[in-house]
């Protein structure tokens, strides 16, 4: 083989490498919640300030597709910065993927609720048949080949996204139409005194 032969076959065999390394990751920290090992370390956070944090990280992509990222709204929870960066990049990151260019991805928290403040991602794209909606956060799960537009790599991001909720006593919710889809997760406002984990 020529030197240009080697040299994409090695860059092939790193991209795979880099995919192996994020699922070992993310199967090392659901294996954490399972075994009720993740722990949120709660601080004072606005979520749409968060929201703007992970808009600056995917903007350079947005633009790339051609697709604008709006926000709105404020609420302030008790909750691990990390974690729920990581959950909101999850649900951003899948929607990028599968919005049309020339749309607009909207990020809403409402504070409206005494005990909870909700944070919603809605893209515009083909609707989630029914039937694939409530085992959408399941792990590994894919609608078909064609559609696999859930999670990132293996299907482990929603699963990840509804883990972190549950260890801060929330839940991640979704629903679809012809005209968007809609992710949700839901906080509390405060801290739990015993850290709620998934099963």
């Known amino acids: ?19 192996l390394s994020r699922m070992i990751s993310d199967m090392l920290f659901l294996a954490k919640s399972d075994n009720q090992l993740l722990i ?3 601080e004072q ?15 350079a992509l947005a633009e790339e597709k051609s697709v ?9 929870v008790s909750g691990d910065r990390l974690m729920l960066r990581r959950a ?3 649900l951003l990151s899948n929607a990028l993927r599968y919005t049309p260019a020339g749309e607009r991805i909207v990020v809403r928290v409402d504070n409206s609720t005494d005990s909870v403040v909700k944070l919603s991602v809605a893209n515009p794209g083909k609707a989630i048949p029914a039937e694939h909606l ?11 080949g064609s559609r696999q537009r859930f999670t990132e790599g293996v299907g482990l991001g ?11 006593g929330g839940e991640a919710s979704v629903r679809s139409d012809p005209m968007s889809t809609v992710f949700e997760l839901t906080i509390p ?6 850290p709620i984990h998934a099963h």
Do not use: W
Request: glycine residues 4%.
């Open 158 to 168: 929603l699963a990840i996204t509804r883990s972190i909720m549950r260890a801060h």
């Open 40 to 42: 949120p370390h709660p």
């Open 134 to 144: 409530p085992r959408l956060f399941d792990r590994f799960y894919r609608v078909d």
């Open 88 to 90: 909101i990049s999850n």
């Open 189 to 194: 406002r405060q801290p739990l005194e015993t």
């Open 68 to 76: 604008a990222l709006s926000c709105s709204g404020t609420g302030v």
């Open 1 to 19: 083989r020529s030197p240009d032969e080697y040299r994409d076959v090695l860059a092939s065999n790193i991209e795979e490498f880099e995919r």
């Open 45 to 59: 956070l606005d979520l749409i300030d968060e929201v703007k944090g992970v808009f600056e990280f995917y903007e």
